[in-house]
């Protein structure tokens, strides 16, 4: 594949994949580095933190900001400095050249292409779901990955949140805002959520409004698009991990009635459009970097592909990490350009005293 100059829509020093805090990050460093960075929204524009409410937890709003409110600010900000971002899903990065002339030609879903000398994909991480029976027909009819959004649908009734990590905790705490329980079904005894997650949960418990259903896994959900969630087919074994242990005698299956499923088990990191590139990536997908100490720490195995975010971090995944990594990434953008720029600039200045050897 060739980046056809005709095909080209336009050329730029820097794209970065993704609107979410780190890309935003990225752009606000990359666009007072004067890398005139160009920036593609993707499916879910200004990524996860425009699904939740209250962020009480970055820094500098000692009263909280709201995901969205917060994600808005980052983007003034950016563009403020001469960031553009445009409406796009990347489709594609293919390098295209050799050495210094080496770039990437970035196409998008609707087919437009773009070229960049550098690239820092900052494209976040999916929710992740189970894939069990029902799961096609009730998705958006009862069943759901974002209780932020879907959540005051269901007043009133009886909410199961499955999962049991810092996700899964914040949703079931806001959950009790509507629910009239709400059921937390993990399959392992332990959960592994922050303390201060746990705390809040166990208080709720305490009050009757959250009650956790442990070592417990689901295996079909029931209902229709008409009548919404019904109910959920749950396993429990007492040592945890019941789908594992479906023939064991200690495993018990039972019904059970629901008006809603929320699932918070995880997030699948979004990498699809990097194929072309041979990235290299863990066995769950999440971008390997560089990491480590000192400068570089967002380079990837290929040159000038830099990577930051919830698409390289499967373990801290906040706001503040992910963020801070945009802006590492941004540096170690900039110090590539610059040294593609001296690569270039002493390749043309080699060029007229090859010509003139060559009369
Ligand atoms: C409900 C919820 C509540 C949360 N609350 C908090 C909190 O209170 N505090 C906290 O610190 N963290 C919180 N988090 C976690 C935090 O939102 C994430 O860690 C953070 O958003 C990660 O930022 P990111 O920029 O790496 O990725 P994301 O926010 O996932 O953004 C990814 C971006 O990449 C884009 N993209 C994906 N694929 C492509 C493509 N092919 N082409 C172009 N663009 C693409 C997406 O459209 C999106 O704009 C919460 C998360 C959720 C889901």
């Not at 001296?342 to 009369?359: F, G, I, M």
Request: hydrophobic share 35%; charged share 25%; glycine share 10%.
């Amino acid at each position: 594949m060739t980046a056809d100059a005709t095909d080209v829509v336009e050329h730029r020093r820097l794209i970065i994949a993704g609107t979410g805090i780190s890309g935003l990050s990225a752009a606000i460093y990359a666009a007072r580095s004067n890398n005139d960075p160009l920036i593609f929204e993707g499916d879910e524009p200004g990524g996860q933190l425009t699904l939740t409410t209250d962020v009480e937890n970055y820094p500098g709003f000692p009263e909280g900001i709201s995901g969205p409110e917060l994600i808005t600010n980052m983007k003034k900000q950016a563009q403020k400095f001469g960031a553009e971002t445009k409406n796009g899903i990347i489709e594609s990065v293919t390098p295209v050249g050799e050495g210094a002339d080496r770039t990437f030609r970035v196409e998008l879903k609707n087919g437009d292409v773009y070229t960049s000398d550098a690239f820092i994909a900052a494209s976040g991480a999916s929710a992740r779901t189970l894939d069990i029976p029902g799961q096609e027909e009730l998705m958006g009819y009862g069943l759901s990955t974002c209780a932020t959004c879907d959540g005051a649908f269901f007043r009133d009734e009886k909410i199961m949140v499955i999962g049991g990590g810092d996700a899964a905790m914040e949703e079931a705490n806001f959950l009790t805002k509507f629910a009239s329980t709400v059921y937390i079904v993990h399959r392992r005894e332990e959960f592994r959520a922050e303390d201060v997650w746990i705390d809040r949960t166990m208080e709720k418990v305490e009050a009757g409004e959250i009650e956790l259903m442990l070592n417990t896994e689901a295996i079909e959900l029931h209902g229709s698009k008409e009548d919404g969630m019904q109910s959920v087919t749950l396993v429990r074994h007492p040592e945890g991990h019941p789908t594992e242990k479906l023939d064991d005698p200690e495993t018990e299956e039972f019904d059970f009635d629901v008006g809603a499923v929320f699932y918070a088990i995880g997030h699948t990191p979004n990498t699809e459009y990097l194929n072309e590139l041979d990235v290299e990536t863990d066995e769950e997908g999440y971008i390997i970097t560089e990491g480590g100490r000192g400068a570089g720490q967002t380079k990837t195995g290929v040159d000038g592909l830099f990577a930051a975010g919830d698409v390289v971090d499967f373990h801290y995944q906040q706001a503040v990490t992910a963020g801070g990594m945009g802006s590492k990434a941004a540096i170690d953008a900039d110090d590539y350009l610059e040294e593609l720029d001296r690569a270039r600039a002493a390749a043309s200045a080699a060029e007229p005293a090859t010509a003139e050897s060559d009369d």
